[in-house]
């Protein structure tokens, strides 16, 4: 900042969240406010322009630093923003002596305190004091006002050094291009413009129906009252009515249970069932009280609650827990406002280019003031020149052109169905070298079939009841359990829910209804859900069973529990879950012995396999009264349920494509570990060569510290049943070529999590081969994403937006398959739902990167011939004219740039990446070898020309006896006479010089075009090779032809044939020498891994320092041992971490 802070002076905003801020605190002071207004006045405004490009120096400047307490001017990071932050509120706590985030409520409050203090509403007076602490309850999105929006744009930089480049250019009267870049700034000015007043419509829309909706609200005093959604505040009682309600802000159930869908935050529209939070007697915050996932009590903004249902009160109540921008949905809203800051490389690489450009700039401006000082013309006139030099080495057109690129890739990937949020990120998907994949709805088919039922007794599993051949389940509590043990709703006649609990009940033929008023059965309020056999069943001995409560399931406890009632019969518990998970809660002698065994057979085949358990209740307890640990205890082990889900036809190809490109492969996946390795298998994420370690890691019990285990997976020998998470067949002895060749490593999330708090030296060489991520929670999978871009991997996510938001958002690219308004979150979303998109993401992002690489090559080129012309035209003290630089900045070099983008990709991925830096040596070797190449050209022919025998004839003369053999000639003695349009411009010097350099512009672009192996050859691009054929035949034809009234507009001088031909000999050289240098040596990757192996180069990405470091590690990888945390080289102690969106991995 560059001042020194004291304790005090600054502060952390989000400490260890996502958006974490520095806050400094400053205090205005008059003198320096009023230096500041004077050299305001002095610099004729160009002060205050800097101060709003750099808010920072504007503070620094006006203000001194001091305690945040007396702060009148607050600077976060380098931005200076009001104390509403990103949206958010913060208010300035005496008491702590720092800011705090208001808008929510306190986390530290227990389940049983929010009953006790907001489970009978706020006053009046609480309720005014809230609304003035916390504001208003709205998402605000303005639509910005299109002055607004016109004024922020015109002050860009760009456009300042385009205006600057404009009043130039009409005082030179230079009016032509002058207009020109006027009307080409104007259009992309209104496009740009048009194009994010359109983006602040839409997300106004989409918001604007949060601030408008009316709710009921119970008041300590007041009771029920309709009240408007934005005056609500955190601690607020909302009585919940009716059905297809939107909710105006986060919530959490008190009362009664709510059906909501939450696809516009999840990407999932599978209603979810949300539960009142439970009043336990425990001093613990709310959230970390319960096992399972706390979120399954929150209605959370902007969700629709589909269904309510009230319990013993009869109503629905939630208590308000944030508003505003603190929800569900303000944090999605923010996160588009404040996306997160792209730190690529090609970025900076570009302003550093830039600032060479402004350098080379500076040096011609110190040499065009000499040359025209010493020759004594006026001091307006070398001002004049020398300013003329900048707009000649800094092209205003790079940034349109540049944009291009992007807008062609954008609109290619369009027609694949391939949206784009986040256009600059196009590039980056050139850089990845890594995907992660979800498995279900990804990797595999949306639909699971249901492809059989091992029912259970007491002697063992059961013959395969396969559902395929039409026959019903037999009754009994296996058949009852798959009539109930669901989270189904009807809504409007139709049974609605997750797909596989829609399968299953669809197996048995039952019908689902709802109970009236009329219903009247102990125990079982009415408008219960009530699931009865179908009409033309036999041999059911109850009229139907009604679900009375439900413990919905949760991916963090993989399981879900109901409460049944059987219509004249027993109260009932059932479970559904993971078959390990509910196998634990089951009394163990009803747990066949070959439970592992049958398990293994299933999962082996890639079937994804649910257990099923029951017990009786006692009907003397409300089901609301009983705890889910009560519930889920001492259950009885009914069987399994099989269904089948198939891989997607594209995936095998497209990982296939991945995987021969060198493109690391990664699933990250809920479902089972052992389904997983299988999908892994079939799906050739993982060969049927290579081998796969299980890694097992777990938490430090009692006097035993964490340990992690290594074992081979294999499939033919078995283990014995035991408690542990996993069941996986193991090979008790490897030999030691098992150490060899490929191999992967596959854990479950709560191992992550362990190796992540205990083993933190392990993580980096696990993730290394780590293939095969299940059992990850939401949270896991972004923690995995960030972990890998710690090791300098470029990260691709590709998900279905269901559980996968978090690491789309976290990945450099994020692939939603959802076309759910989830996708916000995800800068990338396809309309196809398969995985066909992610290659054809890569392939046009690295020709998009190849692109911009040859825009700038190009760029750079184009202004360095029009630069050194025209510097050794200034020796002569001439220059091109007006119309001669019309020609290469219009008729050239413009139509260069808006069709040399238009290469597609190329259709095959091959197995390296391009370039991600401007800096990288072959890039760096080619513009300079051109550079000095055409410098060389133009100094040879300038040279020349004033050698010819001709050159001190009139200048008509030679254009009347060109074709007379040249020794004839009468030389004159006099100098050269300047005829023509414009005296000071015709020269010999000059018509060689701009001839020289205009066809060498329309030669770079040839050569500069590249094709293969990262966009398709330069032949496909018709139109580019249309225009460069034109413009060469155009400029051969000026070159030829003897059109007095074309050379005097253009400013030219007619010069013998024989010289017409030398030029054309020297710009056939020039082409030659560059096209074999640029193909023989800059493309060439073979000859640049050579000289890196000479030179010992080796790169600096943090995975290939480690692949280094485990290739010449004997003992790696560890297999058939348990390590322990507090065993030497375990624990922590490694620290590896590099800034999210960079890499340092040099590449060719």
Known sequence: MGDHFEKGQHALLNEGEENEMEIFGYRTQRCRKTLCLAGSIFSFGILPLVFYWRPAWHVWANCVPCSLQEADVVLLRTTVRCIKVQKIRYVWNNLEGQFQKIGCLEDWLSSAKIHLKFGSGLTREEQEIRRLICGPNTIDVEITPIWKLLIKEVLNPFYIFQLFSVCLWFSEDYKEYAFAIIIMSIISIALTVYDLREQSVKLHRLVESHNSITVS?????????ELESRFLVPGDLLVLTGNKVQMPCD???????????????TGESIPVTKTPLPKTESSEPWKTQSEADYKRHVLFCGTEIVQAKGACSGTVRAVVLQTGFNTAKGDLVRSILYPKPMNFKLYRDAIMFLLCLVGTATIGMVYTSCVYVLSGEPPEEVVKKALDVITIAVPPALPAALTTGIIYAQRRLKKRGIFCLSPQRINVCGQLNLVCFDKTGTLTRDGLDLWGVVPCDRSGFQEIHSLASGRALPWGPLCAAMASCHSLILLDGTIQGDPLDLKMFESTTWEMAVSGDDFHIKGVPAHAMVVKPCKTASQVPVEGIAILHQFPFSSALQRMTVIAQEMGGDRLAFMKGAPERVASFCQPETVPAS????????????????????????????????????????????GLLILENRLKDETKPVLEELISARIRTVMVTGDNLQTAITVARKSGMVSESQKVILIEANETTGSSSASITWKLVEDKKHIAYSNQDNYINIREEVSDN?????????LSGKSFQVISQHFSSLLPKILINGTIFARMSPGQKSSLVEEFQKLDYFVGMCGDGANDCGALKMAHVGISLSEQEASVASPFTSKTPNIEC?????????AALVTSFCMFKYMALYSMIQYVGV??????????????????DLAITTLIGITMNLNGAYPKLVPFRPAGRLISPPLLLSVIFNILLSLAMHIVGFILVQRQPWYSMEMHSVCTLQNENISTLIISPTAPEKIGSNGAFTSFENTTIWFLGTINCIIVALIFSKGKPFRQPIYTNYIFVLVLVIQLSVCLFILFADIPELYRRLDLTCTPVMWRLYLIIMLGSNFIVSLVVEEAIIENRALWVTFKRCFGYQSKSQYRIWQRALANDPSWPLLNQTSYSDMPGCGGGVSYSNPVFESNEEQL
């Open 251 to 265: 919530a959490i159930l008190i009362d009664g249970s709510c059906v909501v869908d939450e696809g516009m935050l």
């Open 838 to 846: 992610v290659p054809h993401l890569i392939k046009e992002g690295r």
């Open 738 to 746: 098992g150490r060899e060749g490929s191999y992967h490593f596959a």
């Open 595 to 638: 439970f592992v065994s049958e398990l293994q057979s299933y999962t082996t085949q890639g079937f994804r396999v649910i257990a099923l358990a029951y017990k009786k209740l006692e009907m003397d307890h409300h089901s609301t009264a009983l705890t889910r640990d009560t519930v889920e205890s001492d259950l009885i082990f009914l």
């Open 217 to 225: 609200v119970w008041g300590k005093k007041a009771g029920v009252q």
């Open 871 to 888: 510097l050794l035209l200034y020796w002569e003290t001439s220059s091109l004219s007006n119309y001669q630089f019309l020609f290469q």
